[in-house]
């Protein structure tokens, strides 16, 4: 007799306490060869031997992207291994390689600071406005981008250039447009500013704007907004394009060669010695340009810092 409110117990079979992962289905089925199988989504193999470059398919592209990056650094090594036979230091104290480096380390803050002034204003409008026309401005953005540096001069002496309005009524009060450090100015902000805009704008497109809606809703208007909210969250971006910028100014040679060939940039000074004298004759001075680029690059990441992942 079987007691009440008590139910038969099960019979079990002779391989009671072995799961049967046959009457599970076939999704519970492949969860318990799941447990079996290694898991390689780690970057780990069968015995736990780390794979970084074949995990998750991997091994292709990172073949493929050694193949670029040996490019890079070839040219580079070849470059510092040949400068071990040139007299560098003496290079240098040659007084045009001196005035190159300064004029260019004049004029290239000075047009990174103009590409930032008016650059992340304009930044900010295309990630946050709709208007008519956006499609054609962000096409005007990236124009100096597309078309050849030289030719980039070019335009800008139809525009500043001695015999046009604007470069005759400058030369006027005593400011000319070509052939000065002011025309170097210009030629550099015109190639180098669309690399701030670009840069910048990403940035701001990585900021929720719920941040900046919740922001307004406590009764801050839209500049104190985009300076405490807007401005902080895309630092990094707005550092990575000054960077972009100041690199490709402080390095700008076509654009500057047509507006402003004198007083010579690093770059003319570099074109007019490998003309005269060859590849010896610029290694200084190309080591100079090198070292100022890695400078500002280290001393950016070092006070803004690199993005965090989330």
Do not use: C
Not at 65 to 82: D, E, S
Not at 232 to 248: E, K, M, Q, W, Y
Not at 261 to 280: E, H, K, S
């Amino acid at each position: 007799m079987i007691p009440p409110n008590r139910e038969p117990e099960q019979v079990s079979g002779p391989d009671r306490g072995h799961e049967d992962t046959s009457d599970r289905g076939p999704e519970r089925a492949s969860d318990a060869d799941s447990e079996r199988r290694p898991d390689s989504s780690d970057g780990r193999g069968w015995f736990g031997v780390d794979r970084p470059w074949t995990s998750g398919g991997l091994a292709v592209p990172a073949l493929l992207g050694t193949v670029l990056l040996a490019y890079f650094v070839v040219p580079f090594a070849a470059f510092l291994f040949r400068s071990r036979r040139v007299d560098v230091v003496a290079g240098l104290t040659d007084p045009a390689v001196r005035d190159a480096i300064a004029t260019s380390l004049l004029t290239a803050p000075v047009s990174t600071a103009v590409a930032t002034v008016f650059g992340v204003p304009l930044a900010y409008v295309l990630s946050r406005a709709s208007f008519r026309g956006k499609r054609l401005v962000e096409a005007l953005v990236l124009l100096p981008l597309v078309v050849p540096p030289i030719v980039g001069g070019v335009m800008l002496l139809t525009v500043v250039g001695r015999y046009t309005p604007i470069g005759a009524a400058a030369a006027a009060i005593g400011v000319p447009l070509t052939g000065s450090a002011a025309g170097v100015v210009l030629a550099q902000t015109f190639v180098a500013a669309p690399f701030l805009v670009v840069t910048a704008r990403a940035g701001f497109d990585g900021v929720d704007p719920r941040l900046e809606e919740a922001s307004r809703t406590m009764g801050y208007g839209r500049l104190r907004t985009v300076r405490l909210v807007s401005l902080p969250l895309a630092r990094n971006a707005i550092a990575a394009g000054i960077v972009l910028t100041f690199v490709r100014a402080i390095g700008e040679f076509g654009a500057t060669m047509m507006v402003a060939y004198t007083p010579r940039t690093m770059p003319t000074r570099i074109r007019v010695a490998f003309i005269a004298r060859g590849v010896d004759a610029i290694v200084p001075i190309a080591l100079a340009l090198l070292a100022i680029a890695v400078i500002v690059v280290v001393a950016v990441q070092l006070l803004v810092g690199t993005p965090r992942r989330g």
